[in-house]
């Protein structure tokens, strides 16, 4: 959530910077906060004069009966009701002008970083690297769903007999391999530094509104109503909000956390041959990195976590390219995204299997995760977070790009990991 200051004293900065978003009505709906916020403060100060007023006639009140003036207190009295009363009006005026504010604040989408280039979809995309030659399959390839089903190691139908399409069955090696990339990227994790966290899957309104969840994607996600609690549709919801609500040094920074959860999410709207098999799911396993940051290094360690998804790809053994979002292709709560895409070899096409973002103190300044300066002064941390890596599409590439005619050999870095070299 932007801070109601910064959009007071830089106005036309954020319409414009809203208009790389594609964000319609912008100049509308932020003239709008700034005058509800100065009706408010009009409202604030003449509470604050009446109640000056009414405490200034207390006084008198006490002068006047200490000398006996029991009359002229009786009428001071009756004027201290009235101002009371009057001050009860401005101020449940004031809360309700409050209220008006935080409803249109949250719909305001997060100001892009000044590197983000305009454009409106995915197409308008910018390529900063590509890296890794793209396989040469055998004549006889297969795209990873049949493969899945040839070798027995991830049975889509069961799922849809159990739960639902995008729910698949990992069994035998497929189920092996899950487990194995699960701790191979724990593992990369710690090693680079990122204490492993294991949180809830379900949590709280408070915690899906601290990352901006809520109210944005409460159609994407799974609700528990019975309890009011919501399957997380990442580990950056829980992980983040352990920050909810804490006063951190600055000698804490940088604050690296990493955890592998399960992930939910409806995916509604979604068909087609770009969902199919391990593609798109409503059921998927991720580890997630997340680090609270000072503002000033936060656009440094964006960088390095982006490297650092890169490094994993190549470990792996899979050819990549790194995206640069546009405005109109960057979430709702993002300053500046990378997107990572593997090649998918049986498929030809390129699969997203990474978002690495900055959200400076879009995030934070709706979770109060703030930090003491070294002047004392109380400042808002930014926050970051990306995945390192969610499985299925990674699954997906390494089925087909390491496919031969009888098998699907496994990368050298996840043998240790995984007990076999190979499926077939």
Known sequence: MLQLNYIRENKEEVINRLAIKNFKNADNIINTIIELDTNRKAAQKQADDTKAEANAMARQIGDLMKSGKKEEAEVLKAKTGELKNT??????????????????????????????????????????LEFGDKPQLPANAKPHWELTSKYDIIDFEMGVKLTGAGFPVYKGKGARLQRALINFFLDRATARGYNEVQPPILVNEDSGYGTGQLPDKEGQMYHATVDNLYLIPTAEVPITNMYRDVILKESDFPIKNCGYTPCFRREAGSYGKDVRGLNRLHQFDKVEIVQIAHPAESY?????????????????????????????DMSFGSALTYDLEVWSAAQQRWLEVSSVSNFETFQTNRLKCRYKDDKGKTQLAHSLNGSALALPRIVAALLENYQTEDAITIPKALVPYCGFERIS
């Open 87 to 128: 001050e009860k009006v401005l101020d449940d005026k004031q809360k309700s002008i409050e209220a008006e504010i935080q409803l249109l604040l949250v719909t305001v989408p997060n100001l892009p970083h000044s590197s983000v280039p305009t454009g409106k979809g995915a197409e308008d995309n910018t390529v900063v």
């Open 300 to 328: 440094k360690i964006l960088e390095d976590m982006k490297d650092y998804v890169a490094d994993l790809l190549k470990e792996l053994g899979l050819p990549f390219r790194i995206l640069k979002l546009c405005g109109g």
